[in-house]
């Protein structure tokens, strides 16, 4: 079982980018497969973007690619999501969630097939 932290939230404005990191207690990490979701006020948990436990194999919500880059450091056990050309309808609290990998691909994009997740971090994007 892993144990997630994410951070690198704030405030920024629009256009602007953040990078956020998962970081990841546990020696088996680079045995799950890792996801980013959002969550905006109001609005139901949603999909962002999603990486293989090698890092080999990404997935990416359509309104966020070419925005948003997924990438993984195994070593340091540290998932990271680099937002960039920011909007303000990006404003919201950021996840991480993590599954071991013969059950994450399965279905990488859904949040119920992660059973472990973050506290989330807040980006906040002004206009």
Known sequence: QV?????GG????AGGSL????????????SYGVGW?????????EFVAA?????GVTYYADRMRGRFTISRDNA???VYLQMASLKPEDTAVYYCAAQYETTWWSKPRLTDNYTTWGQGTQVTVSS
């Open 51 to 55: 990486i293989s436990s090698s890092g």
């Open 19 to 30: 990078r956020l990191s998962c970081a990841a207690s546990g020696r088996t990490f680079s």
């Open 76 to 78: 340091k056990n540290t």
């Open 10 to 13: 704030g405030l920024v404005q």
């Open 37 to 45: 979701f959002r969550q905006a006020p109001g609005k139901e948990r």
């Open 3 to 7: 144990q997630l932290v994410e951070s």
